[in-house]
Nanobody
Framework: QVQLVESGGGLVQAGGSLRLSCAASGRTFSSYVMGWFRQAPGKEREIVAAISWSGGRTYYADSVKGRFTISRNNAKNTVTLQMNSLKPEDTAVYYC??????????????WGHGTQVTVSS
């Protein structure tokens, strides 16, 4: 079992930055691939970024490439999403997720409750 708790969401103006963090419970954090997903009102949940077990492999959705950076600290059981140059279309609830397999699909085993990110124009 892995429990995930996100933090760092909030309201920011377009062009600004936010840093999301996800704290994971358990001793086997390094055995999980970590992903960040988001869901905007009326839209399906989509992947934003993913990072492999050791951090050596990352994935980004085309819409966030060059603006967002995912990283992890296995010693601290945390994964972060640095979001720069935010746009109003980045407004969504952001979720942290964990899975033992590397995947960019929605089939992650564990999910946090989400944190709201709102970008004003």
């Amino acid at each position: 079992q892995v429990q995930l708790v996100e933090s760092g969401g909030g309201l920011v103006q377009a062009g600004g930055s936010l840093r999301l963090s996800c704290a994971a419970s358990g001793r086997t954090f390094s055995s999980y691939v970590m992903g960040w997903f988001r869901q905007a009102p009326g839209k399906e949940r989509e992947i934003v970024a993913a990072i492999s077990w050791s951090g050596g492999r990352t994935y980004y959705a085309d819409s966030v490439k060059g603006r967002f950076t995912i990283s992890r600290n296995n010693a601290k059981n945390t994964v972060t999403l640095q979001m720069n140059s935010l746009k109003p279309e980045d407004t969504a609830v952001y979720y942290c997720a964990a899975d033992q397999d590397y995947t960019t699909k929605l089939e992650y085993d564990y999910w946090g409750h989400g944190t709201q990110v709102t970008v004003s124009s």
